[in-house]
């Protein structure tokens, strides 16, 4: 009882809100505009059901899902390494702030015609525009952190007898984690908005290509169904940085 | 030979717009092994400053400042700084964490480094807070760690900025009280900024009073001849008082008519 209580404390806000959308969505699709190009959410989850279990679905899913992973790791494992040295060195941040303040003006979308000439249509050019996309936001990030700690904490260390490299791993990193998941988080976002672009313009599958075969074909509801497909994985996925960011965050403080 | 001096040291700001502020002009101090030295003065007079390039965090303009008769040249685990606010203290480490950080930075061996942290922990009367994070700690308590935390480091010297000016004084007179017995027992040389007369005189074996600035300077040293513990209602602490109070009363008032 009192579980049920704590739960719907929790969530019930969530799950009201969630039920009325599809509610509303049902009824629009039937009483407001009653069309084929616009179907009703069980006639969705009918269909979706029925891709998941001859495959279809997943297959979309995990190419797509695939290339993000591919490209948001390698872009993060590259973005942090670089904002750490940019805000902790100067030097290394005057040499590479022209790099980062042009190119991240330049959105990955108007990238993808480069990407397919240089990559082709095949993997890597989809990899390249996620990374292209995840880089730069983590290193502008994780370079504020950098500068936002506070000049105690390291001068702290240094009067405990810390050396440079220890300052660097045992003080900045560890106080910069909130800024880093942050900007991983806001370019898992992005990597959303630009894996669905590049896959409409050039791809064999994923979520964005079957966006494209709909509209081809028109098959309204498959359209619907990669489009409920898109939004509930972003969801989860800033979920799950959020619950990491709550949890992080409230101890790896820069501040404090 | 005294532990820390400063030679004729001048310590010059540059403003942003490129102006220059002469904090410190011919300031001149010595230190002795062991001594408990309280630096008094006016708000904005330069204290921070002495005590900022002592601990080699910053440079002076000119002049010499001595440790055991070598220059201070950068930051040193000799020199174990106490902050003001609570912003040096680790958020992502627990307390006895922080205690142990500068014994992890020497590869102090893990067993060894717990006991010493808790043993410093139970100095400052924080038993029993070792799991706590900084953040789950009162304003007296974060102090306390960051004592542990230098004293746990065993430094020559400890350099302490207004460590209890935030505190409240019920919290801080407890404070002051506990550092005079950690003092007493360990010995350790102590530089104490303060601008509280009171606090100056509790604990202090001499009190350098600083002249207003700009070019602040030491303005005269008060010996403290009183052992032990020091009561506020005995007459030798308010002759005391009234010395320390007779100096710096005047560079208050300078500092507050200053026009900046
Ligand atoms: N980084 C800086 N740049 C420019 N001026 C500075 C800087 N740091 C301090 N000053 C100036 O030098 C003077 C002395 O400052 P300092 O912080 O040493 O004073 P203080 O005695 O510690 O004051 P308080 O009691 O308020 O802490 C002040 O007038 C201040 O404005
Ligand atoms: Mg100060």
Same mark, same amino acid.
């Given at each position: 009882? #009192?579980?049920?209580?704590?739960?719907?404390?929790?969530?019930?806000?969530?799950?009201?809100?969630?039920? $009325?959308?599809?509610?509303?969505?049902?009824?629009? +699709?039937?009483?407001?505009?009653?069309?084929?190009?616009?179907?009703?959410?069980?006639? @969705?989850?009918?269909?979706?059901? *029925?891709?998941?279990?001859?495959? @279809?679905?997943?297959?979309? *899913?995990?190419?797509?899902?695939? #290339?993000?992973?591919?490209?948001?790791?390698? =872009?993060?494992?590259? =973005?942090?390494?670089?904002?750490?040295?940019?805000? $902790?060195? *100067?030097?290394?941040?005057?040499? &590479?702030?022209?790099?980062?303040?042009?190119?991240?003006?330049?959105?990955?979308?108007?990238?993808?015609?480069?990407?397919?000439?240089?990559?082709?249509?095949?993997?890597?050019?989809?990899?390249?525009?996620?990374?292209?996309?995840?880089?730069?936001?983590?290193?502008?990030?994780?370079?504020?952190?950098?500068?936002?700690?506070?000049?105690?904490?390291?001068? %702290?260390?240094?009067?405990?007898?810390?050396?440079? !490299?220890?300052?660097?791993?045992?003080?900045?990193?560890?106080?910069?984690?909130?800024?880093?998941?942050?900007?991983?988080?806001?370019?898992? !976002?992005?990597?959303?908005?630009?894996?669905?672009?590049?896959?409409?313009?050039?791809?064999?599958?994923?979520?964005?290509?079957?966006?494209?075969? =709909?509209?081809?074909?028109?098959?309204?509801?498959?359209?619907?169904?990669?489009?409920?497909?898109?939004?509930?994985?972003?969801?989860?996925?800033?979920?799950?940085?959020?619950?990491?960011?709550?949890?992080?965050?409230?101890?790896?403080?820069?501040?404090? | 030979?005294?532990?820390?001096?400063?030679?004729?040291?001048?310590?010059?700001?540059?403003?942003?717009?490129?102006?220059?502020?002469?904090?410190?002009?011919?300031?001149?101090?010595?230190?002795?092994?062991?001594?408990?030295?309280?630096?008094?003065?006016? +708000?904005?007079?330069?204290?921070?400053?002495?005590?900022?390039?002592?601990?080699?965090?910053?440079?002076?303009?000119?002049?010499?400042?001595?440790?055991?008769? #070598?220059?201070?040249?950068?930051?040193?685990?000799?020199?174990?700084?106490?902050?003001?606010?609570?912003?040096? &203290?680790? =958020?992502?480490?627990?307390?006895?964490?922080?205690?142990?950080?500068?014994?992890?930075?020497?590869?102090?061996?893990?067993? /060894?480094?717990?006991?010493?942290?808790?043993?410093? &922990?139970?100095?400052?009367?924080? #038993?029993?807070?070792?799991?706590?994070?900084?953040?789950?700690?009162?304003?007296?308590?974060?102090?306390?760690?960051?004592?542990?935390?230098?004293? %746990?480091?065993?430094?020559?010297?400890?350099?302490?900025? /207004?460590?209890? %000016?935030?505190?409240? %004084?019920?919290?801080?007179?407890?404070?002051?009280?506990?550092?005079?017995?950690?003092?007493?027992?360990?010995?350790?040389?102590?530089?104490?900024?303060?601008?509280?007369?009171?606090?100056?005189?509790?604990?202090?074996?001499?009190?350098?009073?600083?002249?207003?600035?700009?070019?602040?300077?030491?303005?005269?040293?008060?010996?403290?001849?009183?052992?032990?513990?020091?009561?506020?209602?005995?007459?030798?602490?308010?002759?005391?008082?009234?010395?320390?109070?007779?100096?710096?009363?005047? /560079?208050?008032?300078? +500092?507050?008519?200053? !026009?900046?």
């Amino acid at each position: 009882m #009192r579980l049920a209580r704590h739960l719907w404390t929790v969530y019930g806000g969530y799950a009201l809100g969630f039920a $009325s959308l599809f509610v509303i969505w049902q009824l629009a +699709s039937i009483y407001l505009v009653s069309s084929v190009l616009f179907p009703p959410p069980t006639v @969705v989850f009918k269909k979706g059901l *029925l891709l998941v279990k001859n495959g @279809v679905l997943l297959e979309h *899913l995990a190419a797509s899902l695939q #290339r993000i992973l591919a490209g948001f790791v390698a =872009g993060s494992l590259l =973005g942090i390494p670089i904002g750490l040295a940019m805000g $902790s060195f *100067l030097p290394v941040r005057k040499l &590479l702030e022209p790099y980062t303040e042009f190119l991240r003006f330049i959105p990955s979308v108007a990238m993808i015609t480069v990407a397919v000439i240089w990559f082709g249509i095949g993997e890597a050019s989809k990899v390249f525009l996620i990374i292209y996309t995840t880089i730069f936001i983590v290193i502008l990030n994780t370079a504020a952190g950098v500068s936002a700690i506070a000049p105690n904490k390291i001068r %702290a260390a240094e009067s405990l007898g810390a050396t440079p !490299a220890q300052i660097f791993f045992h003080v900045a990193l560890p106080a910069t984690v909130p800024y880093i998941l942050t900007g991983m988080r806001l370019a898992m !976002a992005n990597s959303f908005t630009t894996i669905v672009a590049a896959e409409l313009i050039a791809a064999n599958d994923g979520l964005g290509k079957m966006l494209w075969d =709909g509209r081809l074909f028109m098959l309204v509801d498959e359209i619907f169904v990669s489009l409920v497909t898109l939004g509930f994985l972003g969801f989860v996925t800033d979920r799950m940085f959020r619950w990491s960011i709550y949890t992080f965050a409230g101890k790896y403080s820069p501040a404090t | 030979m005294p532990l820390v001096s400063f030679h004729d040291v001048q310590k010059t700001y540059r403003s942003l717009q490129g102006v220059d502020y002469p904090a410190l002009e011919h300031f001149s101090l010595e230190i002795e092994v062991g001594e408990f030295f309280c630096l008094l003065g006016p +708000s904005g007079c330069g204290k921070t400053t002495v005590l900022k390039m002592l601990a080699g965090f910053e440079a002076p303009t000119a002049g010499r400042i001595l440790m055991e008769g #070598r220059p201070v040249a950068g930051a040193s685990r000799d020199r174990a700084v106490v902050f003001q606010g609570d912003d040096s &203290l680790y =958020g992502w480490l627990t307390a006895v964490e922080n205690v142990e950080f500068g014994l992890r930075m020497r590869h102090v061996h893990r067993t /060894e480094r717990r006991e010493r942290a808790r043993r410093y &922990l139970e100095l400052v009367g924080l #038993r029993g807070q070792e799991q706590k994070y900084p953040a789950e700690l009162s304003g007296g308590m974060k102090q306390r760690i960051q004592i542990a935390r230098v004293l %746990a480091n065993e430094p020559k010297m400890l350099l302490m900025d /207004e460590p209890f %000016a935030a505190l409240d %004084a019920q919290t801080r007179t407890l404070m002051q009280m506990e550092l005079a017995s950690i003092w007493h027992a360990t010995r350790t040389t102590v530089l104490f900024i303060t601008h509280d007369i009171d606090e100056a005189v509790t604990l202090g074996k001499r009190i350098g009073v600083m002249q207003a600035g700009p070019r602040s300077r030491v303005k005269g040293v008060v010996d403290v001849s009183l052992d032990g513990a020091r009561s506020r209602t005995d007459d030798a602490f308010l002759r005391y008082y009234k010395q320390v109070y007779e100096m710096i009363r005047d /560079e208050v008032a300078k +500092s507050l008519s200053r !026009a900046d």
